[in-house]
């Protein structure tokens, strides 16, 4: 099973501080829920965000991360930059 996980980081004093992820099955709510978070960073502040496909690998009993499908970086004016890849 393939599923995607998304996050947000921001940048602020004395380095960068990650925001809680999520997961989903589907690539295009993973997007979204990104974008919204990233849309709720306080105005003037530059933020990250991404999106990565994960598959289950029996060996390690897991999920692992094997390609980042969209990563989107948000300015300090509030302008965000979206680039998108994967087959979905």
């Known amino acids: ?15 960068r501080r990650v925001a809680p992820v999520g997961v989903s099955d589907r690539q295009q709510q993973a997007q979204d829920r990104m974008v919204e978070a990233l849309c709720a960073v306080p105005a003037g ?3 990250r965000g991404w999106v990565m496909a994960m598959a289950y690998v029996p060996r390690v009993s897991g999920y692992q991360r094997y390609e980042l499908t969209v990563q989107a970086e948000r300015d ?3 302008t965000v930059h979206l680039t998108v890849s994967g087959d979905e």
């Open 1 to 15: 099973m393939r599923l995607y996980d998304w996050g947000v980081a921001v940048d602020v004093a004395g380095g």
């Open 45 to 47: 502040v530059a933020a």
């Open 76 to 78: 300090a004016s509030s």
